[in-house]
């Protein structure tokens, strides 16, 4: 079946912009993250979506970022004002939570750069 | 909420040699462990999961022990080839509740 994808597979912009990045998860997919992933760094956290529950937004560095998930499906990721810093790698995963076990499908990415 | 420490952040080790990599974890009620590898300019993708219940689970030339007393747990992979050569993440998450938390990653590098 269908993998997590993400659009768009990179974006450039210019500092001070808006961008909107978009995940669609696995269908029938409860939980959903996002991250963020500098050039050779790790996973940074940055929210987590389950199910109808509020979503877990501790990960967000700043008040410019922002993620919504429609419908228990498709979640978009904004990003206001964009600064330099922000340029990365966003990945999005997916998991079922089958039986409790959070085991994360990822996304391609979205490479961001922030000009 | 959860800790987890990964180490090293970097293994270099001969082809054939073998790797462990260790992970700590903080919260006790931590009860499912994965193991993701990230190629370089590719998604992070699981490669061997573990559950609280069990101690060690192998898959091929990788395996994964769990000490739930001392709250670790180890990627072990033999007979080690270039093709292994990535970033592995190890995580820990609870039965639904809340999210899963990442170690740092380690970069193994397996020299021909």
């Known amino acids: 079946g269908a993998g997590v994808s993400q659009s768009p597979s990179n974006k450039v912009t210019e500092k001070g912009k808006d961008v909107e990045l978009r995940c669609d998860p696995i269908s029938g997919h409860t939980a959903l993250y996002w991250y963020r992933q500098s050039l050779g760094q790790g996973l940074e956290f940055l929210i987590y979506f389950q199910g109808n529950s509020a979503p877990d937004k501790s990960g967000l560095p700043s008040d410019r970022f922002s993620a919504e998930r429609t419908g228990g499906s498709v979640s978009t990721l904004t990003i206001q004002r964009t600064q330099q810093e922000d340029s990365a790698v966003y990945l999005c995963a997916s998991s079922p939570r089958d039986r409790g076990q959070d085991t994360q499908y990822f996304g391609p990415g979205t490479r961001l750069t922030v000009l | 909420g959860e800790n987890v420490e990964q180490h090293p952040s970097t293994l270099s080790v001969q082809e054939g040699d073998s790797a462990v990599i260790k992970c700590t974890y903080s919260d006790s009620a931590s009860n499912y462990f994965p193991w993701y590898k990230q190629e370089l300019g590719k998604r992070p993708q699981l490669i061997i999961d573990?559950?609280?219940?069990?101690g060690e689970k192998k898959d091929q030339r990788i395996a994964v022990t769990l000490n739930k007393t001392a709250k670790h747990f180890s990627l072990h992979i033999t007979e080690t080839q270039p093709e292994d050569s990535a970033v592995y993440f190890c995580?820990?998450?609870?039965?639904?509740?809340?999210?899963?938390?990442f170690g740092d990653g380690t970069t193994l590098t397996v020299k021909p």
């Open positions: 573990i559950r609280s219940n069990v």
């Open positions: 995580a820990a998450s609870k039965n639904n509740a809340g999210k899963s938390t």
